[in-house]
């Protein structure tokens, strides 16, 4: 039966199409050769004369909007050619290729950017930091959450000792508070908040956005601390086969298979299936509990796209099934309140997820509308020793967007909003009963968002208007400020405010993988609250190396927020919204320099300062480490044969939760000590294969104690919760990629 519902909405889904569109040129620039081949030239600067411009991305591809008139110029510059210029007489009838010569340096200058891990744009309205496919290579297992490990923007960390839960934090405060989104489309929400990165493997995604502050209002309303969009792999671009085999001493195993076909003039399909197998029980620190739970998951998303000269039509279907058990050694000692049973940590994941988008352009290529549908069944059903939770989540959410270009590359986006979150949520803990946590929430909304853009200077102003059933309304007013100091340096502001609805049980460890009594005091609704940045990016030649340097400050204060209090009694976790103030300061620096022609360096250091008021006294928010450092150094081999990363994380000190009510054997000190991770990784191609051999945490840095209690797992001091550090020792891992390239497509217009 559920199969057949989930049929069902599908088809509705599908009836209802949905959208993006916009009135754009695509295109790719080529460099053609000494010997006259052509090759794609990445991170060129593409635009209108005195109008848009834009960067292509690895594989040479653009996107424009139109110009503001016919006949129009169009611009082509790089570091490693001459700057070209293609005069268009009228909106081209498809993608069109520019082609521009090399120059002596060419060589030499393609590879160098090609090797870029991370790339920091001065075009980009927001401050963005693109996370390319080489990047994502370095992580060569197996989760998007995995992807982070050499960007200082975003940390990962496990939730708890037990669940296996990694999440992320942005500018201080935890991931729920950014907006994470396929496509620019919301995507990890609701009862995925946390474990949402989790589910979604690396290689199905081409490239990921990570954008810094409070996000514009057409992509919603939840961006509080930044955006993270995961752009998937172009099924029009992709290989016709992409298989990745990965295996590591922990006894994790992982098959991923990519599969393209091309369909007729404008269609393109991609089939992505994803495996995941772990049945080796792992105890390090020999506190008798699994540092991993066993695993089993499976993961397949079908991606049809349909590319024609005025319209774009996308549908994405997704279903992943996650099983695991963590918990108790099967030889561990039950402890004196376990009355003849086991610690156990089971939880299951089942969603299916559907997306439909469309867009065209308008008789006048001026204009242009897009229309998005998505629905989502996500079933989540846990056992964490005597605590038991049961969530399920049915949304739906359609927006449609209208987009004018006008006079001096001005431009207005308009559009409605409907978001539907039918939540059922049951949490069943000793000596309190059953907790009904479930609701409906029906949410419509307006947005709007004016561009303007001269010489130097961008401003993009937005408002939006919410209305949820259960917690009221919402305006979110939103500025972006870009000027431009030079050719090369660019300054950023933003200011503007968020709101999101919490789901306090699932989105916090504590309440879960600990014998704490979870309390709720008074009625939650919206958290709110305004983010305020400024970002600095100057990129410059020096000691003849090209050089990037990135600076910015930003702040987030709460005028609402749920927050989960684990001082007040070590045996409780008590939500209540706050009375009294609630901030994050965050400043980043950041400097990337290619040392040569093969080499590149990252260097970074992160400061945060975040203070929430728990029971009535500001305090600094636990677990949340004040200072990070990284040192990142990339090596490819002339001819690509050979690569070679090294990544040093550096994190420093972190408040610890009081637990001063604790017998003394179970406190923990005020503070965590800081530690150190050392990751490695050596890949070699040959042909279409590629052979890679890595290590993770070699610095063996360990938090020995992860577990309080953890001799009494069903006593009134057990907390598996309180995770500052790492949960497992070194880890070698060895895998193989294979790639069967597709045969060039000779459909696109050449000038």
């Not at 998937?232 to 195993?253: E, I, K």
């Not at 998951?297 to 996308?314: A, C, H, P």
């Not at 590629?690 to 001799?711: K, M």
Request: glycine letters at 10%; a neutral charge; proline letters at 5%.
């Amino acid at each position: 039966m559920k199969l057949k519902k989930n049929i069902l909405l599908f088809n509705l889904i599908l009836a209802s199409v949905g959208l993006f569109a916009q009135g754009q040129i695509r295109g790719t620039v080529l460099v053609r050769e000494a010997d006259s081949r052509t090759e794609p030239l990445p991170h060129a600067r593409v635009g209108w004369a005195d109008g848009a411009a834009a960067m292509t991305d690895d594989e040479g591809r653009f996107t424009l909007p139109m110009p503001n008139g016919w006949p129009a110029v169009l611009v082509t510059s790089s570091f490693s050619t001459t700057p070209d210029s293609l005069r268009l007489d009228g909106p081209p009838t498809g993608p069109i290729t520019v082609t521009v010569g090399g120059s002596v340096e060419l060589k030499a200058a393609e590879i160098v950017e090609r090797q870029a891990s991370t790339r920091l744009s001065v075009q980009t309205l927001q401050a963005i930091e693109s996370i390319g496919a080489r990047e994502l290579k370095r992580a060569a297992c197996c989760d998007v959450s995995e992807s982070f490990e050499t960007n200082a923007t975003v940390d990962v960390s496990y939730s708890d000792a037990v669940s296996g839960t990694k999440t992320i934090r942005m500018l201080g405060l935890d991931g729920k508070y950014a907006q994470i989104g396929m496509e620019n489309i919301p995507f990890v929400r609701g009862l995925s908040a946390n474990s949402g990165l989790t589910l979604i493997p690396g290689p199905w995604i081409g490239d990921i956005n990570v954008s810094k502050g409070i996000g514009t209002a057409v992509n919603g309303p939840n961006a509080m601390t930044g955006q993270i969009d995961l752009h998937l792999v172009d099924p029009a671009t992709a290989p016709t086969l992409f298989a990745n085999l990965y295996g590591n001493s922990h006894g994790r195993a992982e098959l991923n298979v990519n599969a393209a076909q091309h369909l007729g003039n404008h269609g393109d399909n991609i089939l992505m299936v994803h495996g995941s197998l772990l049945q080796h029980e792992l105890d390090d620190n020999k506190d008798g509990f699994r540092d991993q739970p066993l695993n089993k998951r499976f993961n397949i998303m079908d991606r049809w796209l349909q590319r024609t000269d005025k319209r774009t039509t996308q549908v994405l279907l997704r279903y992943v099934a996650d099983e695991r058990e963590g918990g108790q050694m099967s030889h561990a000692p039950l402890g004196e309140s376990a009355a003849g049973k086991r610690y156990r940590a089971d939880i299951r994941n089942e969603m299916v997820d559907v997306i439909a988008k469309n867009g065209w352009i308008l008789d006048n290529p001026m204009q242009s509308i897009g229309l998005l549908a998505s629905f989502r069944d996500h079933t989540v059903s846990s056992r964490f020793g005597d605590k038991e939770y049961q969530g399920v989540q049915r949304s739906a959410y359609a927006s449609a967007v209208y987009q004018q270009l006008m006079k001096h590359n001005d431009q207005l986006k308009a559009g409605a909003s409907f978001q539907f979150d039918d939540y059922g949520e049951l949490f069943t803990q000793p000596g309190t009963g059953r907790m009904d946590l479930g609701r409906t929430e029906r949410m419509p909304g307006l947005f709007a968002e004016y561009s303007r853009t001269r010489k130097n200077f961008t401003l993009v102003a937005g408002l939006r208007a919410d209305f949820n059933s259960e917690y009221g309304e919402a305006i979110s007013p939103r500025l972006h400020l870009k000027y431009d100091i030079a050719p090369l340096t660019t300054l950023r502001f933003s200011t503007g405010s968020g709101f999101r609805s919490a789901n306090p049980i699932i989105e916090t460890g504590a309440a879960l993988a600990s014998s704490r009594r979870v309390i709720l005091e008074g009625n939650p609704g919206f958290e709110r609250s305004w983010n305020t940045g400024l970002s600095l990016l100057h990129k410059f030649k020096w000691f003849d190396k090209k050089w990037s340097f990135g600076l910015d400050v930003y702040r987030t204060d709460f005028m609402r927020q749920l927050v989960a209090d684990l001082d007040r009694d070590p045996q409780q976790v008590v939500f209540y919204m706050i009375d009294g103030g609630s901030y994050a300061n965050s400043v980043l620096a950041d400097l990337q320099v290619q040392l040569g022609r093969q080499v590149e360096m990252k260097a970074s250091y992160r400061y945060y300062d975040a203070r929430t008021t728990y029971s009535g006294v500001m305090r600094e928010r636990p677990l949340v480490p004040a200072h990070r450092g990284l040192l990142d150094l990339g090596y490819i081999s002339k001819g690509e044969k050979w690569r070679f990363d090294i990544t040093l994380n550096g994190f420093g000190t972190s408040r610890l939760p009081i637990t001063e009510g604790n017998p003394v054997e179970y406190r923990l000190p005020e503070r965590s000590p800081a530690y150190a991770t050392l990751n490695a990784q050596l890949t070699r191609v040959a042909g279409a294969w590629e052979f890679y051999l890595g290590g993770e945490n070699l610095t063996g840095a360990l938090q020995s104690r992860q577990i309080l209690a953890a001799n009494d797992p069903f006593g009134p001091n057990f907390d598996a919760s309180l995770i500052w550090g790492p949960t497992n020792g070194q880890m070698a891992y060895f895998g193989l990629r294979y790639t069967l390239a597709k045969k060039p497509q000779a459909t696109e217009k050449t000038h």
